[in-house]
């Protein structure tokens, strides 16, 4: 760790002299990029992030949002957070991932929330690389193991394949909590003279100048030079500190917290009072240690997990000792809030004296070139050799296989919540605590999306998506990250949900690097417009930039977590049915033209294209699809994007059901490729047993297409003109089974 010589000398101007070594070290960490996105917060402002639900937004440790309720029901908050882990994972990919999982639950403690779900969206190198193989079986694991320890379900999430993810994988994750507006905490801190409380695991050496860590390129040596960066994990300290910090909240003892994270106690704790406006006298010799013989600035900046920093007052201290007792957690009390300076001493040593606010937000920001990247050409290739090939193929790719190898081994049902887990275009999680909206019934009992009606006895179903796609924001950064934000809405609607709020991670490579700044500027544009544009305001998130090392930079890669609500949990299912008739729903096909840019049939030919142009009013067209999932007459709804037609008409089939599709007949005149792989978002597979009724919800927000019938052969059969294809189900199944075959 070492502070610019820029920095130094704005940090000697503001102090009047030369930093102490711990302040040069805390300084250097939060102005790191990863804790004060010198790089990336000039370009947040595209981000809309108020709205009507919205209680908090961007800048606390998770965002706070309201979900609408029947009239007669008691208001209830949901909290969404997301983080990065990602080169802790390399390093370390076990306890890198378990780590991210630990921290992101943190911050949803620290706003009085309890944890409900996770959703993790994971990127690595090619499938085949050995290397990428070992990182992706060490974090779902990690993952996994944190998760199922501490009880908390993994719902949701996303696993991608890129040739340059190789030398930098990504893993991100979000966490949704649940709470109570009465039980509503902030990381502000609220008086002086209350005191801070550090609650939880003991303080060790471990993942010292993380932040630092995560704000540079991986070395080609950083797997073993870079080991004292990453945290370890204990999830069962966590679990304890879970229904630990339930008690405080639940008995009014936290007047603010904020989880340590990175930084450790010097960025908790500095950045509690800078929000309130405040300082703090911290006597860092008072911190309970594991290790002995550990120094101030040690104890200062040590990431190590499972720690929470409160402010309590001075009459609730003894209380919250005999909590964390009762949890056989530690309880510090570590100083007080003041209403001058931020000082930390170490065995009555001053090492730190600086203002809290200027430690926090005085990094200057960058002013870097960036370049915009090139269109991709036309060049497709045939298709080689014929209809099926191509089409197995691309359901066999490790980015449209079966994620079942990684699902299964998270405890997905614990807390009894989850009514669709994953596997499916969205999970879902009752929210029993409140009764849903009524929703506007027609003549034959299908319904609107959720409304302002009388109440009815339904729970609220909490929708939850998350994820990016590589292969499209390669190819074109801001167009793809467009698609991503329409996707996961797609995904929410499939369900019958109507977004509500999201929160983003945005990964990129060296911001130095003009194509690579330009690449990142792209996605952030991009994801800005769409979620403007479908109403979903932005209320928080993370970047995580310096994704780069010796094999390159990793695609731009702006990972969407997305949530929405419904009246009640029975949503439709992704898999067909023996009856209801086939449709197509979204944009005109025959109004727009097939494009297969970012397409995995690209991909595995070798071809180039422009990416798909997108529809013109996505939100009307997000409503559409929401509403004909909710009808009683819907019996599946599935989106249509990765792989494209080919890839969702397969993920239908089942031994009990399956299609028959017809692609021979107008609109669909291009070449069958073209309409099979074909990666635009924003369109959904629907069986329903009343097409007419299909259309009437639809209108003229999108188009319905008749694509086929039901079988009961469990057979896909496409009759595309001059080229046709069956695959039954056991074929489909062992195609879809490329991660399972190779890695169990």
Sequence with gaps: MSLSASDRELVVEELGREPTPA?????????????????????????????ENVVIGPGDDAAVVEVPTAADSDPIYITLGIESHNHP??????????????????????????????????????????????????????????????????VAGSVDFHPDYEGNPLVNVACVGLLDPDRLVTAEAQQAGNKLVLFGNATGRDGLGGASFASE?????????????????????????I???????????????????????????????????????????????????MSGLEVLLAESQERMC??????????????????????????EVTEDTYRCSFEGDVIVDVDAEFLGEGAPMNDLPAT???????????????????????????????????????????????????????????????????????????QAPVGTADATDRPVGLAISSGAAPNWTSVAP??????????????LAAKGASPLAAVDCLNGGNPEKPGVYGGFTGIVDGLAEMCADLSVPVVGGNVSLYNDSPSGPIPPTPTLAMVGSRPGVDAPPAAATAEGDLLLVGPDPA??????????????????????????????????????????????????????????????????????????????????????????????????????????????????????????????????????LRLDAERIASLRSTITDELA
């Design 372 to 446: 915009e990247p090139e269109s991709p050409t036309r060049s497709l290739p045939s298709l080689t050799p014929d209809l099926r090939t191509a089409v197995e193929s691309v359901v066999a790719s490790p980015n449209t296989a079966s994620k079942r190898w990684v699902y299964r081994q998270y405890d997905h049902e614990v807390g009894t919540r989850t009514a669709l887990g994953p596997g499916d275009d969205a999970a879902i999680v009752a929210l029993d605590e409140v009764t849903a909206p009524a929703t506007d019934a027609a003549a034959d009992g299908s």
């Design 478 to 491: 801001y167009e793809g990250a467009r698609a991503v934000a329409l996707e996961n809405a797609t995904n």
């Design 23 to 51: 302040e040069a070290a805390l300084f250097e960490n939060l102005w790191s990029e990863h804790c004060a996105y010198r790089s990336s917060r000039p370009l947040l402002s595209a981000f809309e992030s108020d709205g």
């Design 310 to 335: 409160y402010e309590i007052a001075p009459e609730n201290v003894d209380r919250a000792a005999e909590i964390a007792e009762r949890f056989d957690l530690g309880c510090s009390v570590i100083g």
């Design 89 to 154: 994972s390399y390093v370390d990919p076990f306890d890198g991932a378990a780590t991210g999982v630990g921290g992101i639950v943190r911050d949803t403690l620290s706003m009085g929330a309890y944890p409900i779900a996770l959703a993790d969206s994971l990127y690595f190198g090619d499938f085949e690389d050995e290397h990428a193989k070992y990182l992706f079986e060490g974090v779902v694991e990690g993952i996994s193991h944190y998760g199922n320890c501490i009880g908390v379900p993994t």
């Design 243 to 293: 229904e630990a910090n339930e008690l405080l909240v639940e008995a009014g003892l936290v007047e603010s917290a904020r989880d340590l994270g990175a930084a450790g106690l010097g960025g908790a704790s500095s950045e509690l009072v800078a929000k309130g406006g405040l300082g703090a006298d911290i006597e860092l010799s008072r911190v309970h240690q594991r290790e002995p013989g």
């Design 217 to 241: 390129d991986l070395d080609e040596d950083a797997e073993t030079e870079d080991r004292p960066a990453v945290q370890v994990g204990d999830p069962y300290a966590e679990k304890r500190l």
């Design 591 to 724: 109004s727009t033209e097939p494009a297969l840019g970012g397409s995995v049939y690209l991909g595995q030919y070798d071809g180039s294209d422009r990416f798909p142009a997108l529809p013109d009013d996505p939100g009307a067209l997000v409503d559409a699809i929401a509403s004909v999932a909710l009808a009683d007459s819907t019996r599946a709804v599935h989106d249509v994007s990765h792989g494209g037609l080919a890839v969702s008409l397969a993920e239908m089939i089942s031994p009990d059901a399956g299609l028959s599709v017809d692609l021979s007949a107008s609109p669909f005149e291009a070449d069958p490729a073209e309409i099979l792989f074909d990666e635009r978002p924003g369109r959904v597979l629907v069986q329903s047993t009343d097409p007419e009724r299909v259309r009437e919800l639809v209108g003229d927000r999108a188009s319905v297409t008749a694509l086929g019938t039901p079988t009961t052969s469990g057979e896909l059969a496409i009759d595309a003109g001059a080229s046709s």
